[in-house]
């Protein structure tokens, strides 16, 4: 049997747990009664109306059909000679509402129905709640597409990491998570909006990260405002993320440093932005225009004697003194693969004897 009051309780408690109005899942409730009035009793096409009155605690279904006078589909017509003494009242094409609800909820269907209408309900709701929280969180990021936005720890719980933004949970995938980030409830970071869209189905996504490469210069424009005044420009980044990151940038005026802007007075900015990713290190190199100059300066730390450049098949070839090369290559390869996707240049390593000449 289908108790309102219940119901009514129901709805406060999901209301207040998922920040959705209430009106909202009276609908929700509503359209998943319909769906099993038409499951049990009705037929797919039939437009049935279903009303809740959480204060009166009242429930009416009633069902919409056309005065016709010849019925060719029954779920959608009636006939005046159906209507009976009351056909005088109408003319064809009139619609009318029939009021259904002691068929359902009768003495003899109660049970039937109010079992029918629970799986229903269950299926119905858990599916418009998602789509309702979808579009919730997409509106609170609408816009916000390629921006950080400082938000808080609510909850971690296996691996899921929840941030309360302006009152809504927000969930962290576990896939954009950094395994050097310490997650803990109360903790604050800069969360990076990777994306917002509707797909051609009109399903809202919003993707969080910490992960993506896109993550660094965000945080910068948050300490550096030359970046949103256009002075200074992050031309491309790489990152491994919790390890490094290798930046290459430039400034529209000759007379300012941008490497020196972005580090900042007494390396002040990018110490703010390191302590934003838990001390990831971060190679920031000027875009000169001379290739072979930056692919140079992009296998920092290493000091690189001269670098040699076949800009035809986009190959590169660094000489170095032997004992540079560990930092050259760094662990597993990383440093010289994170210059190499920087520049889009394949880079070998050359040794040379310690007596060659720079």
Not at 17 to 41: P, Q, S
Not at 164 to 193: C, H, M, W
Not at 321 to 349: D, M, Q
């Amino acid at each position: 049997m289908l108790d309102i009051k219940q119901i009514g309780q129901a709805v406060s408690i999901i209301s207040a747990e998922k920040n959705i109005a209430a009106e909202k899942l009276i609908e929700i409730i509503e359209a998943a009664i319909k769906t099993a009035y038409k499951k049990d009793f009705g037929a797919k096409d039939e437009e049935v109306i279903v009303k809740i009155d959480l204060e009166a605690e009242s429930l009416e279904i009633s069902i919409e059909k056309t005065v016709v006078k010849e019925v060719t589909n029954p779920a959608l017509e009636i006939s005046f000679e159906e209507l009976g003494d009351d056909a005088s009242e109408f003319s064809e094409g009139d619609t009318i509402e029939l009021d259904v609800t002691d068929e359902v909820m009768g003495d003899d269907c109660d049970e039937s129905f109010g079992r029918i209408a629970s799986q229903a309900a269950r299926q119905v709701i858990i599916q418009k709640i998602g789509d309702t929280e979808k579009e919730k969180i997409y509106e609170l990021f609408e816009g916000k597409e390629g921006e950080v936005i400082g938000m808080k720890i609510d909850i971690v719980e296996s691996g899921k990491v929840l941030f309360d933004y302006n009152g809504t949970q927000v969930v962290l995938p576990k896939s954009e998570q950094v395994p050097r980030d310490n997650y803990v409830a109360g903790a604050r970071f800069f969360i990076f909006v990777a994306e917002v869209s509707k797909g051609e189905t009109g399903t809202p996504k919003v993707v969080l990260s910490r992960k993506r490469a896109e993550v660094i210069p965000a945080i910068f424009a948050e300490f550096v405002p030359e970046i949103e005044e256009g002075i200074i420009t992050i031309d491309s980044v790489v990152r491994q993320a919790g390890i490094k990151t290798k930046m290459l940038v430039s400034s529209t005026y000759e007379e300012i440093d941008a490497v020196g802007t972005l580090i900042g007075q007494k390396g002040m900015r990018v110490k703010s932005v390191m302590d934003e990713i838990w001390g990831e290190k971060i190679d920031i190199i000027p875009n000169s225009g001379d290739m072979a100059d930056i692919i140079k300066k992009s296998l920092s730390p290493a000091q690189v004697i001269k670098v040699e450049v076949n800009e035809e098949e986009w190959f590169a070839r660094a000489y170095i003194h032997a004992s540079e090369r560990a930092r050259a290559v760094g662990k597993n390869g990383l440093n010289v693969h994170l210059a190499s996707n920087l520049t889009g240049y394949k880079i070998s390593i050359e040794d040379v004897a310690e007596t060659t000449e720079d």
